[in-house]
Nanobody, 122 residues
Framework: QVQLVESGGGLVQAGGSLRLSCAASGSFASLIKMGWYRQAPGKQREMVAV???????TYADSVKGRFTISRDNAKNTVALQMNNLKPEDTGIYYCYVNGIKVWTVTQWRTKWGQGTQVTVSS
C-alpha cells in the first residue's frame, strides 16, 4: 500500500529549469522502480525517467542530457531536475512506482500520483 504526492510544477520560460519532487508513504519495506511520466493534451502518457533500487536510470530520448532523476531511499522520495526546458515539455507530470516490497512479497503493480502541471512558454 503506497500513496504518492508530487510537488514542484509551475510555469517557466523556454531554457529555464524546474525541480519536481515526489514523496511516497504507506505500509511497505522498499520500492523497486520510481520515476516520472508525463502527458500532454491530446497525447498518450509517456515515460520520462525511471530509476530502480540499484540506482540504474532510464530516460526518454527527448530528455537525455537535460533531465536528471534521483532518489533518496531513506526519505522515500524521488526527484526530477529539469534543465533547458522546451515548450514540448509542457504537460502533467505523474510520479510513478512499480515493484512494492512488503516482507517477502513483491507487488508488481503500478501506482500513480495525482500529477503536477508543468508549462513551458516560448
Amino acid at each position: 500500500q503506497v500513496q504518492l504526492v508530487e510537488s514542484g510544477g509551475g510555469l517557466v520560460q523556454a531554457g529555464g529549469s524546474l525541480r519536481l519532487s515526489c514523496a511516497a508513504s504507506g505500509s511497505f519495506a522498499s520500492l523497486i522502480k520510481m520515476g516520472w511520466y508525463r502527458q500532454a493534451p491530446g497525447k498518450q502518457r509517456e515515460m520520462v525517467a525511471v530509476i530502480d533500487d540499484d540506482d540504474d536510470t532510464t530516460y526518454a530520448d527527448s530528455v537525455k542530457g537535460r533531465f536528471t532523476i534521483s532518489r533518496d531511499n531513506a526519505k522515500n522520495t524521488v526527484a526530477l531536475q529539469m534543465n533547458n526546458l522546451k515548450p514540448e515539455d509542457t504537460g502533467i507530470y505523474y510520479c510513478y512506482v512499480n515493484g512494492i516490497k512488503v516482507w517477502t512479497v513483491t507487488q508488481w503493480r503500478t501506482k500513480w500520483g495525482q500529477g503536477t502541471q508543468v508549462t513551458v512558454s516560448s
